[in-house]
């Protein structure tokens, strides 16, 4: 064997090894990097050496040319389905049928009679494929199709990382058609979807049909690029040995490299398949992935020869199934809910359906484009579904059964709560010294603080834990002060007397005198906490406490520009122009106001942080102020010319000076010139210049250093659930080194933290190729800066 050769060997079975730990035992043996560069190795030998390229290469994942159509495979072993079981008594009555058919001693009134042994998974809610291994080596991947004839999916099957192209070890035998369920994980779904919303595709109703539509692709690049998982569940052709048992069997396919459930148990008896259920149904939500039911199968394989199948179902095994997550029902009507910032969103008013469990008549349709994007009309029949905790959702319409009177969806014209005017709100890109207008989803209604359900919602907020903690004003209370017109602003909480409070409903004198003493306790909040109880649209937790921290004084904030917000870490123009709009507007200057003279004082205020102070550049400024044909470079090559912004206008100002300045072309001078010319744009370039230096951040004063801690200047973000601590937890610790943790993931982001169920924000974080850690990988990160759970 040449050198080559024997590389190749060495390096495959190095990859399919941590191929395996990786995506079957979920543990990673190597960093991503090393096992790129092993890759790219056998790549680059391959690639020089064509004659040794085999089809169970690691490199052989993704590829060949698109098919124009699938070709048929006959099952040798037919694909069956299962009967299913709904409630406990079902399952008694498949143990009954089992014990009988096996001629096995019936249970009397004074015992069960004899036990059967069952092996128990959960019912991955995917599509059913064959993977038929000849020698060891992944030959054919097939669907199930009617059970007799399939589609061959080969060069699909292979694409899905955790299914072995050779199985490891040995003993296998020399056909071996393994049989599992093709599926997609909450997470990877969750991911799939937000990428086709973002590339203006349409996104998935559920996992089941993200999987199958993934699956079911002419052209294998488009099901690589899907997150798509194998798990096994038996075997259909076999020309060798296996042991005796279903246990055993599926025991054996994990030791040649095959996925398996983590699920799976072995049960004695029916009572304890019921438990089984039970548990499982307990986790069902927490679970990565969906399932619809559990699969019970009678262990001994010589039973299930004995017991055999009827129609096509075995007699030896059976779904137990989880109450359904999809229910059709009918959309009644579509009302609309006014928000705290004046949204009004339409709500589907449904035929009352059971869903899960849980009895479903209303359900979330988020804006008009969503209307729109389902095609909705009242009378629809809809499908509705209801995953975990999350609020119901219409995922489709069943068009062929739309009545002939439905009627369209229309948004009211004046607010369903206050009467005033609804708006569509309007998108504002800014980009290059334009702005372009664009309608968004959302409509507003105009009303502001006269309009009860904003007021309610805007005091609700303002109360909260995380804002001004009152403790002991419930969202029924701030109500009932609406409602009798004794608040009309967060102002008025702080002008509540005993005698107006006392006679309310629910009210005596020591709940009356405990809730004025919490609102007085609440009268000195953390300038932080106070900014965000305003409720400023976009102004998070996160980018309450960065404005505290790095502008220091409420009125640094409500003075800031635009432009000069863009400079503090996480803040896009976009927020930016919401803080300031906030800020700027008549109504919510007087509240603020208001609240000062009753008597709040803000805690926390002080100096410009130092993080901040001296933090602009000339060269940033020019390139905020956004003008055509100018980008950091040229606004870099500007600064430095011209040293000062009055420089840089009078720059553009001289004709001849400018011609002949190099690192500019034409057209980026020309736009100069005209920006420059405007006295508008001058004035605007000025106030800002003249705000840094207010503010101190200014380039002309000393930059002072940041504190040295190992996360400083870096921005985190935790996604999804974390299992060994809380997100809170994990955010103090994160904040101890130094970083700051933020809501959203963009390009300023350093790191996404992502635990299962992490979606868009993991999803954006692969777009933008930022670093992610799974959680065992942060608390190593954690500990290697000495912080020990
Ligand atoms: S056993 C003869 N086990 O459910 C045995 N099926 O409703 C046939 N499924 O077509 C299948 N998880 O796609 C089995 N642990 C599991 C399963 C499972 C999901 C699917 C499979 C099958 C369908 C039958």
């Given at each position: 064997m040449?050198d080559?050769?024997a590389?190749?060997l060495?390096?495959?079975?190095?990859l399919e090894?941590?191929?395996?730990?990786?995506y079957?035992?979920?543990?990673p043996s190597?960093?991503?990097?090393?096992y790129d560069r092993?890759?790219?190795e056998?790549?680059?030998l391959e690639a020089?050496?064509?004659q040794?390229?085999?089809?169970?290469s690691p490199?052989q994942?993704?590829s060949?040319t698109p098919?124009?159509?699938?070709?048929?495979?006959q099952h040798?072993v037919?694909?069956l389905?299962?009967?299913?079981?709904f409630a406990?008594d079902?399952?008694l009555?498949f143990?009954r049928r089992?014990?009988?058919?096996l001629?096995?001693?019936?249970?009397d009134?004074f015992g069960?009679?004899?036990?059967?042994d069952?092996?128990?998974?959960?019912?991955?809610d995917?599509?059913a494929?064959?993977?038929?291994?000849v020698?060891?080596v992944?030959?054919?991947?097939?669907t199930?199709g009617?059970?007799?004839?399939g589609e061959?999916?080969?060069s699909?099957?292979?694409?899905?990382?955790?299914?072995?192209?050779k199985l490891?070890g040995?003993?296998?035998?020399?056909?071996?058609?393994?049989r599992?369920?093709?599926f997609m994980?909450?997470?990877?779904?969750?991911?799939l979807n937000?990428r086709q919303l973002?590339?203006?595709g349409?996104p998935?109703?559920?996992?089941r049909n993200?999987?199958?539509g993934?699956?079911?692709?002419?052209?294998?690049?488009?099901t690589?690029?899907r997150p798509?998982?194998?798990c096994?569940?038996?075997?259909g052709?076999?020309?060798g040995?296996?042991p005796?048992?279903?246990?055993?069997?599926i025991q054996?396919?994990k030791?040649?490299g095959?996925?398996i459930s983590k699920?799976?148990r072995?049960?004695?008896?029916v009572?304890e398949?019921?438990a089984?259920?039970?548990d499982?149904g307990?986790?069902?939500?927490?679970?990565a992935?969906?399932i619809?039911?559990v699969v019970?199968?009678?262990?001994?394989l010589?039973?299930q020869?004995e017991?055999g199948?009827?129609?096509?179902?075995?007699r030896?095994?059976i779904?137990h199934?989880f109450?359904a997550?999809e229910?059709?029902?009918?959309?009644l009507?579509v009302?609309?809910?006014?928000?705290?910032?004046?949204a009004?969103?339409?709500?589907?008013?449904l035929?009352p359906v059971q869903?899960?469990g849980?009895t479903?008549?209303n359900?979330?349709?988020?804006?008009?484009?969503?209307?729109?994007?389902l095609g909705?009309?009242?009378g629809?029949?809809?499908i509705?579904?209801?995953a975990?905790?999350?609020?119901?959702q219409?995922?489709?319409?069943?068009?062929?059964?739309?009545p002939?009177?439905?009627?369209?969806v229309?948004?009211?014209?004046?607010?369903p709560?206050?009467g005033?005017?609804?708006?569509r709100?309007q998108l504002?890109?800014?980009?290059k010294?334009r702005?372009?207008?664009?309608e968004?989803?959302?409509?507003r209604c105009?009303?502001r603080?006269?309009?009860e359900a904003q007021l309610k919602q805007?005091i609700?907020?303002f109360?909260?834990r995380?804002?001004?903690?009152i403790?002991?004003l419930?969202d029924?209370i701030v109500?009932?002060?609406v409602?009798v017109?004794?608040?009309?602003?967060?102002?008025?909480?702080?002008t509540?007397r005993?005698?107006?409070?006392?006679?309310?409903d629910g009210f005596?004198?020591?709940?009356t005198r405990n809730?004025?003493a919490?609102?007085e306790?609440?009268r000195?909040?953390?300038?932080?906490r106070?900014i965000y109880a305003?409720?400023?649209?976009d102004v998070?937790?996160e980018?309450?406490?960065?404005?505290?921290?790095?502008?220091g004084?409420?009125?640094r904030v409500?003075a800031?520009?635009?432009e000069v917000?863009t400079?503090?870490?996480d803040?896009?123009?976009?927020?930016?122009?919401?803080?300031?709009?906030?800020?700027?507007d008549e109504?919510?200057?007087?509240?603020i106001?208001?609240?000062?003279e009753?008597?709040?004082q803000?805690?926390d205020?002080?100096?410009?942080?130092a993080e901040?102070s001296?933090?602009?550049s000339?060269?940033?400024?020019?390139?905020?102020?956004?003008?055509?044909g100018i980008?950091?470079t040229g606004?870099?090559?500007?600064?430095?010319?011209?040293?000062?912004?009055q420089?840089?206008?009078?720059l553009?100002q001289d004709?001849l000076?400018?011609?002949v300045m190099?690192?500019l072309s034409?057209?980026?001078?020309q736009s100069?010139?005209?920006?420059?010319?405007n006295p508008a744009?001058?004035?605007?370039a000025?106030?800002?210049?003249q705000?840094?230096r207010?503010?101190?951040?200014?380039w002309?004063?000393?930059?002072?250093?940041?504190?040295?801690?190992?996360?400083a200047?870096?921005t985190?973000v935790?996604?999804?659930?974390l299992?060994l601590m809380?997100r809170?937890q994990?955010k103090?610790?994160l904040e101890?080194?130094g970083a700051?943790v933020?809501?959203?993931?963009?390009?300023?982001t350093h790191?996404?933290?992502?635990?299962?169920?992490a979606g868009?924000k993991l999803?954006k974080?692969?777009e933008?190729?930022?670093?992610?850690?799974d959680?065992?990988?942060?608390?190593?990160r954690?500990?290697?800066?000495?912080i020990?759970?």
């Amino acid at each position: 064997m040449t050198d080559s050769a024997a590389r190749i060997l060495q390096l495959r079975a190095e990859l399919e090894q941590h191929n395996h730990r990786y995506y079957v035992l979920d543990e990673p043996s190597i960093p991503d990097a090393e096992y790129d560069r092993l890759f790219n190795e056998l790549k680059a030998l391959e690639a020089a050496n064509p004659q040794l390229v085999t089809t169970d290469s690691p490199t052989q994942r993704v590829s060949g040319t698109p098919l124009t159509a699938f070709a048929e495979v006959q099952h040798e072993v037919p694909m069956l389905s299962l009967g299913n079981a709904f409630a406990e008594d079902d399952l008694l009555d498949f143990d009954r049928r089992v014990r009988e058919g096996l001629d096995l001693p019936a249970g009397d009134l004074f015992g069960g009679g004899a036990e059967i042994d069952y092996c128990c998974e959960p019912k991955l809610d995917g599509l059913a494929v064959s993977l038929l291994y000849v020698d060891g080596v992944l030959m054919r991947g097939a669907t199930r199709g009617d059970g007799s004839t399939g589609e061959d999916i080969s060069s699909n099957v292979r694409t899905i990382r955790n299914v072995p192209l050779k199985l490891q070890g040995s003993g296998w035998p020399a056909v071996l058609e393994v049989r599992g369920e093709v599926f997609m994980a909450k997470a990877g779904f969750d991911a799939l979807n937000a990428r086709q919303l973002a590339s203006g595709g349409k996104p998935f109703a559920n996992p089941r049909n993200a999987a199958a539509g993934s699956l079911r692709q002419l052209d294998a690049k488009v099901t690589a690029s899907r997150p798509l998982e194998f798990c096994c569940y038996g075997v259909g052709q076999v020309v060798g040995e296996l042991p005796s048992t279903q246990v055993a069997v599926i025991q054996a396919l994990k030791q040649w490299g095959l996925p398996i459930s983590k699920e799976l148990r072995l049960a004695h008896g029916v009572e304890e398949c019921l438990a089984y259920y039970r548990d499982i149904g307990a986790r069902r939500q927490a679970l990565a992935y969906e399932i619809d039911g559990v699969v019970f199968k009678v262990n001994d394989l010589g039973y299930q020869r004995e017991l055999g199948f009827r129609a096509r179902e075995p007699r030896w095994a059976i779904a137990h199934k989880f109450p359904a997550m999809e229910e059709l029902t009918e959309l009644l009507d579509v009302e609309f809910q006014v928000g705290r910032t004046g949204a009004v969103t339409p709500v589907a008013r449904l035929k009352p359906v059971q869903v899960a469990g849980v009895t479903v008549s209303n359900a979330t349709l988020h804006n008009m484009d969503e209307v729109a994007r389902l095609g909705l009309m009242v009378g629809d029949t809809v499908i509705i579904r209801r995953a975990g905790d999350v609020i119901p959702q219409v995922m489709a319409v069943v068009a062929e059964r739309r009545p002939a009177d439905a009627r369209p969806v229309a948004i009211p014209q004046s607010c369903p709560v206050c009467g005033s005017h609804v708006e569509r709100t309007q998108l504002v890109k800014r980009a290059k010294g334009r702005e372009t207008i664009s309608e968004g989803a959302v409509y507003r209604c105009v009303g502001r603080l006269s309009c009860e359900a904003q007021l309610k919602q805007a005091i609700i907020h303002f109360v909260s834990r995380r804002a001004l903690d009152i403790e002991g004003l419930g969202d029924k209370i701030v109500e009932q002060l609406v409602d009798v017109g004794l608040v009309h602003s967060p102002a008025d909480l702080y002008t509540l007397r005993y005698e107006q409070v006392v006679v309310l409903d629910g009210f005596a004198d020591l709940s009356t005198r405990n809730l004025l003493a919490a609102i007085e306790s609440s009268r000195q909040p953390a300038l932080a906490r106070f900014i965000y109880a305003l409720g400023i649209p976009d102004v998070g937790e996160e980018t309450a406490k960065l404005l505290a921290r790095a502008l220091g004084s409420l009125a640094r904030v409500q003075a800031a520009l635009p432009e000069v917000l863009t400079w503090l870490p996480d803040v896009g123009l976009e927020v930016a122009h919401e803080i300031h709009s906030f800020f700027e507007d008549e109504h919510n200057r007087t509240v603020i106001a208001q609240l000062l003279e009753r008597g709040l004082q803000l805690q926390d205020e002080g100096e410009l942080h130092a993080e901040f102070s001296a933090c602009a550049s000339l060269a940033e400024l020019i390139d905020k102020l956004n003008i055509a044909g100018i980008a950091a470079t040229g606004a870099k090559n500007l600064a430095d010319k011209a040293g000062s912004l009055q420089a840089v206008v009078a720059l553009s100002q001289d004709w001849l000076e400018l011609s002949v300045m190099k690192g500019l072309s034409e057209k980026a001078k020309q736009s100069l010139r005209d920006y420059f010319a405007n006295p508008a744009n001058v004035a605007r370039a000025e106030a800002i210049e003249q705000q840094l230096r207010d503010f101190g951040m200014h380039w002309g004063s000393e930059k002072k250093q940041a504190e040295g801690l190992p996360l400083a200047g870096q921005t985190w973000v935790l996604t999804g659930t974390l299992e060994l601590m809380s997100r809170d937890q994990a955010k103090q610790q994160l904040e101890s080194l130094g970083a700051k943790v933020a809501g959203s993931v963009s390009a300023k982001t350093h790191c996404v933290v992502a635990g299962p169920g992490a979606g868009s924000k993991l999803a954006k974080a692969g777009e933008l190729g930022i670093a992610v850690l799974d959680e065992a990988a942060f608390v190593e990160r954690l500990a290697g800066y000495g912080i020990v759970l």
